[in-house]
């Protein structure tokens, strides 16, 4: 079977466990939302998903390919990624060492890095994304909030991954600049990618995703096409 998917995962830190047993399936083409109250697991399940944290039970697929015990960088390579809240960008590099960080290529075996091809490769992709960035050499830390997580978005979408992770992409954003990322997220729903983004803006949720979840103290509560709910009916849900 195609596709993400959790058999009965579930994550405890010592005593305290986060995630009840949970089982969803995600495809691609759609983008998931994941809202609940703040300890929710929202973010502990992402990052599940991801390999930051591996679960104390269950099973994880790709396209029927057990991740479970992979580690975060075997998930990458398996085509996850993840855009993370704070966006885990080195400030004082530039956008072109931003989008390569850790996978930086090179003109030989010596190491010799290419700078041309990753500049000409970065100006590319960002075209293609819609993004407007004047100096690729500008030190990402020096770019507005919206510009830095289009650079976090790009370098995710860069390697053509199978699944997007987005940890709340629009909470410190300026309005203009939200409608800027969510037309990325929509892209890459429009290339085919599992898109699954965690959220408490839920104007920006209904905007763009297909499908709510909603969790509440670890538990999945409701799992709703977008179209058949309502935000009341998802607020009622989160505090309920």
């Known amino acids: 079977m195609s596709g993400l998917r959790l058999e009965n995962i579930t994550k405890s830190f010592g005593a305290i466990q986060v995630l009840q047993p949970m089982t969803l399936a995600f495809k691609a083409g759609q983008v998931t939302a994941i809202v609940g109250d703040n300890g929710a697991g929202k973010s502990t399940l992402l990052k599940v998903m991801a390999g930051i944290h591996k679960p104390n039970a269950g099973a994880i697929y790709l396209d029927d390919k057990l991740l479970t015990n992979l580690s975060a960088a075997d ?39 290419n ?6 490769r970065a100006k590319n992709e960002l075209n293609r994304l ?20 289009a650079v976090a978005i790009a370098r995710a979408a860069l390697f053509e991954p199978k699944v997007l992770l ?32 965690v959220s408490h803006r839920l104007n920006d949720v209904f905007a763009v995703a297909d499908r709510i979840v909603v969790m509440k103290q670890g538990r999945l509560i409701s799992d709703t096409p977008t179209a058949a709910t309502s935000m009341s009916k998802v607020v009622e849900n989160i505090v309920g």
């Not at 700078?115 to 000409?120: I, N």
């Not at 819609?130 to 997580?149: C, E, F, K």
């Open 115 to 120: 700078r041309t091809a990753m500049a000409e």
């Open 166 to 197: 987005f940890d709340e992409p629009t909470a410190a954003l300026a309005a203009r600049e939200v409608g800027q990322v969510l037309d990325l997220i929509r892209q890459q729903k429009e290339q085919g990618r599992i898109v699954i983004l």
């Open 130 to 149: 819609g993004i407007s960035i004047a100096d690729l050499n500008t030190p990402v830390g020096m770019l507005s909030g919206g510009q830095q997580q």
């Open 75 to 113: 998930h990458r390579a398996c085509g996850v990624e993840m855009v993370y809240q704070d966006l885990a960008l080195a400030k004082q590099q530039n956008v072109v060492a931003n989008l390569f960080l850790g996978r930086e290529q090179t003109r030989t075996c010596f190491g010799f890095l």
